[in-house]
Protein backbone atom coordinates (compact mmCIF):
# COMPACT_ATOMS: atom_id res chain seq x y z
CA UNK A 1 0.00 0.00 0.00
CA UNK A 2 1.27 3.48 -0.81
CA UNK A 3 0.39 6.84 1.11
CA UNK A 4 1.05 10.13 0.08
CA UNK A 5 0.60 13.38 1.87
CA UNK A 6 -0.81 15.38 -0.55
CA UNK A 7 -1.59 18.20 2.20
CA UNK A 8 -0.22 18.11 5.52
CA UNK A 9 -1.93 21.37 7.12
CA UNK A 10 -5.26 22.16 8.46
CA UNK A 11 -7.88 24.38 7.35
CA UNK A 12 -6.10 28.02 5.62
CA UNK A 13 -2.96 26.16 4.95
CA UNK A 14 0.54 27.62 5.38
CA UNK A 15 1.08 29.93 5.30
CA UNK A 16 -2.69 31.33 5.85
CA UNK A 17 -4.06 33.57 3.16
CA UNK A 18 -4.87 36.17 6.22
CA UNK A 19 -2.30 35.25 9.01
CA UNK A 20 0.63 37.20 10.11
CA UNK A 21 1.85 35.42 12.63
CA UNK A 22 5.17 34.10 13.34
CA UNK A 23 5.03 31.16 11.71
CA UNK A 24 2.87 32.38 8.86
CA UNK A 25 5.06 35.47 8.51
CA UNK A 26 8.25 33.31 8.58
CA UNK A 27 7.06 31.14 5.75
CA UNK A 28 5.99 33.80 3.69
CA UNK A 29 9.75 34.80 4.02
CA UNK A 30 11.02 31.50 2.72
CA UNK A 31 12.71 31.11 6.55
CA UNK A 32 14.66 28.09 5.87
CA UNK A 33 12.44 25.17 7.46
CA UNK A 34 9.18 26.42 7.36
CA UNK A 35 8.02 24.83 4.16
CA UNK A 36 4.60 25.90 2.48
CA UNK A 37 1.93 23.34 3.11
CA UNK A 38 -1.46 22.68 1.49
CA UNK A 39 -4.88 21.65 3.08
CA UNK A 40 -5.54 18.75 4.36
CA UNK A 41 -5.84 15.55 2.52
CA UNK A 42 -3.60 12.00 1.74
CA UNK A 43 -3.64 9.75 -1.57
CA UNK A 44 -4.24 5.68 -1.02
CA UNK A 45 -3.39 3.85 -3.76
CA UNK A 46 -2.69 -0.49 -3.56
CA UNK A 47 -0.87 -0.71 -7.05
CA UNK A 48 0.01 2.74 -7.54
CA UNK A 49 -1.95 3.07 -10.64
CA UNK A 50 -5.84 4.15 -9.29
CA UNK A 51 -6.04 6.59 -6.53
CA UNK A 52 -7.99 7.18 -3.43
CA UNK A 53 -8.36 10.55 -1.59
CA UNK A 54 -9.12 10.74 1.51
CA UNK A 55 -10.84 14.14 1.73
CA UNK A 56 -10.32 16.74 -0.89
CA UNK A 57 -8.79 19.73 0.04
CA UNK A 58 -9.38 23.70 -1.47
CA UNK A 59 -5.59 23.15 -2.90
CA UNK A 60 -6.71 19.92 -4.63
CA UNK A 61 -5.60 20.93 -8.26
CA UNK A 62 -2.35 22.18 -6.70
CA UNK A 63 -1.78 18.34 -5.04
CA UNK A 64 -2.65 16.93 -8.39
CA UNK A 65 -0.25 19.33 -10.30
CA UNK A 66 2.55 18.23 -8.25
CA UNK A 67 2.06 14.67 -8.10
CA UNK A 68 2.63 12.83 -11.35
CA UNK A 69 1.40 9.98 -9.73
CA UNK A 70 -2.47 11.46 -10.07
CA UNK A 71 -2.02 13.01 -13.61
CA UNK A 72 -4.47 11.03 -16.37
CA UNK A 73 -2.81 8.08 -17.74
CA UNK A 74 -1.06 8.41 -21.47
CA UNK A 75 -3.35 5.17 -22.56
CA UNK A 76 -6.41 6.03 -20.81
CA UNK A 77 -8.00 8.12 -23.51
CA UNK A 78 -7.84 12.27 -23.40
CA UNK A 79 -9.90 12.56 -20.30
CA UNK A 80 -9.39 10.44 -17.18
CA UNK A 81 -7.74 10.70 -13.85
CA UNK A 82 -6.47 7.88 -11.57
CA UNK A 83 -8.26 9.17 -8.78
CA UNK A 84 -10.94 6.79 -8.39
CA UNK A 85 -12.42 7.54 -5.35
CA UNK A 86 -12.54 10.25 -2.56
CA UNK A 87 -13.40 9.25 1.29
CA UNK A 88 -14.52 12.37 3.59
CA UNK A 89 -13.84 12.05 7.18
CA UNK A 90 -16.10 15.08 8.41
CA UNK A 91 -18.09 17.83 6.19
CA UNK A 92 -15.33 20.76 7.08
CA UNK A 93 -14.56 23.27 4.14
CA UNK A 94 -11.05 22.05 4.26
CA UNK A 95 -12.09 18.35 3.56
CA UNK A 96 -14.64 18.52 1.02
CA UNK A 97 -13.91 22.02 -1.14
CA UNK A 98 -12.01 20.02 -3.41
CA UNK A 99 -14.86 18.02 -4.70
CA UNK A 100 -15.38 21.33 -6.56
CA UNK A 101 -12.06 20.59 -8.62
CA UNK A 102 -13.26 17.44 -9.53
CA UNK A 103 -16.14 18.43 -11.18
CA UNK A 104 -14.93 18.47 -15.16
CA UNK A 105 -16.36 15.23 -15.79
CA UNK A 106 -13.94 13.02 -13.62
CA UNK A 107 -15.90 9.91 -12.94
CA UNK A 108 -15.04 8.54 -9.22
CA UNK A 109 -17.26 7.11 -5.60
CA UNK A 110 -17.59 9.82 -3.49
CA UNK A 111 -17.81 8.22 0.17
CA UNK A 112 -19.00 9.69 3.24
CA UNK A 113 -20.94 9.09 6.11
CA UNK A 114 -25.03 9.31 6.05
CA UNK A 115 -24.29 12.54 8.03
CA UNK A 116 -21.39 14.33 5.46
CA UNK A 117 -23.63 12.82 2.49
CA UNK A 118 -26.85 14.86 3.78
CA UNK A 119 -24.57 18.26 4.41
CA UNK A 120 -23.28 17.32 0.60
CA UNK A 121 -26.59 17.53 -0.16
CA UNK A 122 -28.00 20.45 1.44
CA UNK A 123 -25.35 22.45 -0.41
CA UNK A 124 -26.71 22.30 -3.67
CA UNK A 125 -23.33 23.47 -5.43
CA UNK A 126 -22.09 20.01 -4.91
CA UNK A 127 -24.63 18.73 -7.22
CA UNK A 128 -22.49 19.93 -9.94
CA UNK A 129 -20.67 16.21 -9.29
CA UNK A 130 -23.23 14.36 -12.09
CA UNK A 131 -24.14 11.36 -10.15
CA UNK A 132 -24.22 9.12 -13.00
CA UNK A 133 -20.10 10.20 -13.03
CA UNK A 134 -19.69 10.24 -9.10
CA UNK A 135 -22.06 7.74 -7.42
CA UNK A 136 -22.38 9.22 -3.62
CA UNK A 137 -21.76 5.58 -1.35
CA UNK A 138 -22.74 5.90 2.27
CA UNK A 139 -19.42 4.40 4.41
CA UNK A 140 -21.23 2.66 7.11
CA UNK A 141 -19.82 3.20 10.77
CA UNK A 142 -17.89 -0.06 11.78
CA UNK A 143 -18.43 -1.95 9.12
CA UNK A 144 -15.39 -2.34 6.51
CA UNK A 145 -16.69 -1.53 3.20
CA UNK A 146 -14.39 -2.68 0.04
CA UNK A 147 -14.34 0.31 -2.11
CA UNK A 148 -15.44 -0.01 -5.40
CA UNK A 149 -15.48 2.03 -8.57
CA UNK A 150 -18.43 0.87 -10.70
CA UNK A 151 -17.96 -2.45 -9.65
CA UNK A 152 -14.34 -2.73 -9.82
CA UNK A 153 -12.53 -3.41 -6.63
CA UNK A 154 -9.73 -0.74 -5.47
CA UNK A 155 -8.06 -3.45 -3.20
CA UNK A 156 -8.46 -1.13 -0.49
CA UNK A 157 -11.21 -1.52 2.56
CA UNK A 158 -12.04 1.32 4.43
CA UNK A 159 -13.61 0.83 7.51
CA UNK A 160 -15.16 4.43 9.22
CA UNK A 161 -15.68 4.52 12.91
CA UNK A 162 -17.00 7.67 15.73
CA UNK A 163 -14.21 9.72 16.76
CA UNK A 164 -14.53 12.46 19.78
CA UNK A 165 -15.19 15.94 17.15
CA UNK A 166 -17.15 18.42 16.25
CA UNK A 167 -20.40 18.59 13.62
CA UNK A 168 -18.60 21.31 10.93
CA UNK A 169 -18.28 24.88 11.12
CA UNK A 170 -20.79 26.19 9.37
CA UNK A 171 -23.70 23.50 10.47
CA UNK A 172 -22.84 23.85 14.29
CA UNK A 173 -26.40 24.84 16.25
CA UNK A 174 -25.59 27.61 18.99
CA UNK A 175 -28.70 26.98 20.49
CA UNK A 176 -27.88 23.17 20.92
CA UNK A 177 -25.93 23.52 24.04
CA UNK A 178 -21.82 22.48 23.95
CA UNK A 179 -22.71 19.29 21.43
CA UNK A 180 -23.28 22.30 18.80
CA UNK A 181 -25.54 20.33 17.26
CA UNK A 182 -23.05 17.31 16.66
CA UNK A 183 -24.35 13.87 15.86
CA UNK A 184 -22.34 10.01 15.08
CA UNK A 185 -20.78 10.25 11.60
CA UNK A 186 -20.16 14.06 11.45
CA UNK A 187 -16.69 13.06 12.81
CA UNK A 188 -14.71 9.76 11.90
CA UNK A 189 -11.53 8.36 12.11
CA UNK A 190 -10.70 5.57 9.14
CA UNK A 191 -8.64 2.03 9.28
CA UNK A 192 -7.36 1.55 5.46
CA UNK A 193 -6.40 -2.01 4.57
CA UNK A 194 -5.23 -3.82 2.26
CA UNK A 195 -7.06 -7.23 2.44
CA UNK A 196 -4.00 -8.87 -0.06
CA UNK A 197 -1.09 -7.93 2.43
CA UNK A 198 -2.70 -7.52 5.67
CA UNK A 199 -1.81 -4.11 5.56
CA UNK A 200 -3.80 -1.08 7.59
CA UNK A 201 -2.66 1.53 8.92
CA UNK A 202 -5.31 4.21 10.75
CA UNK A 203 -6.21 8.07 8.95
CA UNK A 204 -7.79 10.72 12.20
CA UNK A 205 -7.42 13.90 11.27
CA UNK A 206 -9.52 15.79 13.05
CA UNK A 207 -10.15 14.38 16.87
CA UNK A 208 -11.41 16.24 20.30
CA UNK A 209 -10.12 13.81 22.74
CA UNK A 210 -8.87 10.35 22.73
CA UNK A 211 -11.39 7.98 24.88
CA UNK A 212 -11.14 4.55 25.90
CA UNK A 213 -12.16 2.88 23.31
CA UNK A 214 -10.46 4.67 20.52
CA UNK A 215 -7.25 4.01 22.46
CA UNK A 216 -7.55 0.27 22.14
CA UNK A 217 -9.09 0.29 18.77
CA UNK A 218 -4.87 2.13 17.98
CA UNK A 219 -2.96 -0.32 20.24
CA UNK A 220 -0.45 -2.02 18.41
CA UNK A 221 -0.99 -0.82 15.09
CA UNK A 222 1.62 -0.06 12.17
CA UNK A 223 0.76 3.15 11.66
CA UNK A 224 -1.08 6.17 12.74
CA UNK A 225 -1.87 9.39 10.89
CA UNK A 226 -3.11 11.81 13.67
CA UNK A 227 -4.66 15.26 14.38
CA UNK A 228 -2.31 17.52 14.76
CA UNK A 229 -3.78 20.57 14.65
CA UNK A 230 -2.49 22.36 18.06
CA UNK A 231 0.35 22.03 20.51
CA UNK A 232 -1.42 23.57 23.01
CA UNK A 233 -5.06 23.98 23.36
CA UNK A 234 -5.02 27.87 24.40
CA UNK A 235 -2.47 28.27 21.34
CA UNK A 236 -4.50 30.56 19.17
CA UNK A 237 -5.70 33.16 21.92
CA UNK A 238 -2.15 33.30 22.99
CA UNK A 239 -1.45 34.48 19.78
CA UNK A 240 -4.23 36.54 19.41
CA UNK A 241 -5.42 35.03 16.18
CA UNK A 242 -9.12 33.58 17.59
CA UNK A 243 -11.09 33.55 20.81
CA UNK A 244 -11.41 29.60 20.41
CA UNK A 245 -9.75 26.60 22.22
CA UNK A 246 -8.94 23.54 20.31
CA UNK A 247 -11.36 21.93 23.05
CA UNK A 248 -13.66 24.31 21.40
CA UNK A 249 -12.45 23.69 17.61
CA UNK A 250 -12.83 19.73 18.32
CA UNK A 251 -9.08 19.50 18.17
CA UNK A 252 -7.27 17.80 21.07
CA UNK A 253 -3.59 19.49 21.05
CA UNK A 254 -0.40 17.67 21.33
CA UNK A 255 0.71 18.79 24.62
CA UNK A 256 -0.28 18.34 28.27
CA UNK A 257 -1.76 15.38 30.53
CA UNK A 258 -5.25 14.92 28.20
CA UNK A 259 -3.14 15.96 25.14
CA UNK A 260 -2.68 13.01 22.13
CA UNK A 261 1.35 12.74 23.18
CA UNK A 262 0.21 11.40 26.68
CA UNK A 263 -2.52 9.92 25.31
CA UNK A 264 -0.84 7.46 22.88
CA UNK A 265 1.99 6.60 25.17
CA UNK A 266 2.32 2.82 26.39
CA UNK A 267 -0.03 2.06 22.83
CA UNK A 268 2.75 0.36 21.20
CA UNK A 269 1.59 2.22 18.04
CA UNK A 270 4.91 1.44 15.95
CA UNK A 271 4.49 5.10 13.66
CA UNK A 272 2.98 8.03 14.60
CA UNK A 273 2.75 10.90 12.62
CA UNK A 274 0.94 14.24 12.86
CA UNK A 275 -1.30 15.61 9.69
CA UNK A 276 -3.69 18.77 9.95
CA UNK A 277 -1.51 20.83 11.42
CA UNK A 278 -2.07 24.74 12.17
CA UNK A 279 -0.11 27.24 10.98
CA UNK A 280 -0.58 29.17 14.26
CA UNK A 281 1.38 25.33 15.92
CA UNK A 282 5.22 25.85 17.18
CA UNK A 283 6.09 22.65 15.84
CA UNK A 284 6.09 23.94 12.30
CA UNK A 285 9.38 25.36 13.14
CA UNK A 286 12.43 23.14 13.12
CA UNK A 287 14.26 24.96 15.59
CA UNK A 288 11.69 24.91 18.24
CA UNK A 289 11.36 23.18 21.95
CA UNK A 290 8.04 21.83 21.00
CA UNK A 291 9.45 20.31 18.15
CA UNK A 292 12.23 18.39 19.62
CA UNK A 293 9.54 17.68 22.48
CA UNK A 294 7.27 16.32 19.90
CA UNK A 295 10.14 14.06 17.93
CA UNK A 296 11.88 12.96 21.55
CA UNK A 297 7.93 11.53 22.20
CA UNK A 298 8.49 9.74 18.92
CA UNK A 299 6.43 11.22 16.43
CA UNK A 300 7.03 12.82 13.02
CA UNK A 301 5.08 16.06 11.37
CA UNK A 302 3.80 15.02 8.19
CA UNK A 303 4.81 17.41 5.15
CA UNK A 304 3.24 17.54 1.43
CA UNK A 305 4.87 15.35 -0.45
CA UNK A 306 5.59 12.16 2.20
CA UNK A 307 5.31 9.02 0.75
CA UNK A 308 5.02 5.59 3.15
CA UNK A 309 4.74 2.34 1.97
CA UNK A 310 3.47 -0.10 4.09
C1 LIG B 1 -11.26 22.49 11.55
O1 LIG B 1 -10.51 21.56 11.30
O2 LIG B 1 -11.45 22.89 12.71
C2 LIG B 1 -12.01 23.10 10.42
O3 LIG B 1 -11.35 22.84 9.23
C3 LIG B 1 -12.29 24.53 10.62
C4 LIG B 1 -12.91 25.14 9.39
O4 LIG B 1 -13.76 24.54 8.74
O5 LIG B 1 -12.50 26.25 9.05
MN1 LIG C 1 -9.88 21.14 9.35
ZN1 LIG D 1 -0.54 32.03 10.81
Redesign the pocket.
Known sequence: MLIKVLGSA??GGFPQVNCSCRNCADARLGKPGLLPRTQSSLAVSRDGQTWVLLNASPDLRQQVAARHELAPHAQAGVRSSPIKAVVLTNG???HIAGLLSLREGVAFTLCASERVLGALIANSIFDVLDRRLVPRVPLPIGKPLELTHFGISLGLTMEAFPVPGKV??YLEDPTAGSALGTRVGDTIGLRISDPATGAAFFYIP?CASIDGGLAERLRGCALVLFDG?LYSDDEMIAQGLSTKTGKR???ISMSGRDGSIAAFRGLDVKRRIFV?INNSNPVLRPDSPERAEVERAGWEIAFDGMEIQL
Open positions: AGDVDALGTMGHH
